[in-house]
């Protein structure tokens, strides 16, 4: 296990635990460099997996990590990530609440601040009411093969990300494939 940070106070405090805590660059945009810095400086393999678990999910199960490492494991993609169904319409409208689509083979089409797909004929009736069908909210999960990994920081952002803020419309926008799945569990809630 492996923590990266730019904060030499992290670095101290996991140093009595069983992990190896990288100092890394005050200067990345996100988590995913900052963890692409990781995988160059210990020469981590191409055909690794490295799963990210940021700072403000510390009550994420094991369950939904081995998960989202089977996840892409088991398909070809260069990296993978797990949803839960939207049950209210205030998740639905909140901007803040992720959602994605995806397609055959559980690959992600598009990642928004946005309710997707959007429920025209409910909506313009009312949006008081939860519409029919699937909705999904991301987990901001993600399990990366090594050699993805370390592409993405030097792909340019594209204009989605700029617009939705969102990093992982950067890869997806630049070909590369993302799996997704119903996570195996509902996540107990992030501490941001």
Do not use: W
């Given at each position: 296990?492996?923590?990266?940070?730019?904060?030499?106070?992290?670095?101290?405090?996991?140093a009595e635990y069983d992990v190896i805590g990288v100092m890394t660059s005050e200067d990345h945009?996100?988590?995913?460099?900052?963890?692409?810095?990781?995988?160059?400086?210990?020469?981590?393999?191409?055909?690794d997996i490295v799963v990210n678990l940021q700072g403000d999910e510390p009550l994420i199960e094991p369950e939904l990590l081995q998960q989202v490492a089977?996840?892409?494991v088991?398909?070809?993609?260069?990296?993978?990530t797990l949803m839960t169904p939207i049950t209210s319409v205030d998740d639905l409208l909140n901007p803040n609440v992720v959602k994605v689509v995806s397609g055959e083979n559980n690959k992600a089409l598009y990642f928004s601040r946005a309710?997707?797909?959007y429920p025209r004929d409910a909506f313009s009736k009312t949006k008081c009411i939860m519409p029919e069908?699937?909705?999904?909210r991301h987990l901001g999960l993600y399990a990366y093969k090594v050699s993805a990994l370390i592409k993405i920081p030097t792909l340019p952002a594209s204009e989605l990300e700029s617009i939705e803020k969102l990093e992982q419309l950067r890869p997806l926008s630049s070909g590369l494939n993302i799996v997704v799945e119903?996570?195996?569990?509902?996540?107990?809630?992030?501490?941001?």
């Open positions: 296990i492996y923590v990266a940070t730019d904060d030499a106070r992290i670095i101290d405090a996991v945009e996100s988590g995913t460099d900052r963890l692409a810095e990781v995988a160059q400086l210990h020469q981590f393999d191409d055909d089977q996840l892409l088991s398909n070809e993609a260069s990296i993978s309710p997707i797909p069908g699937s909705y999904y119903n996570a195996c569990m509902i996540p107990k809630a992030g501490v941001d």
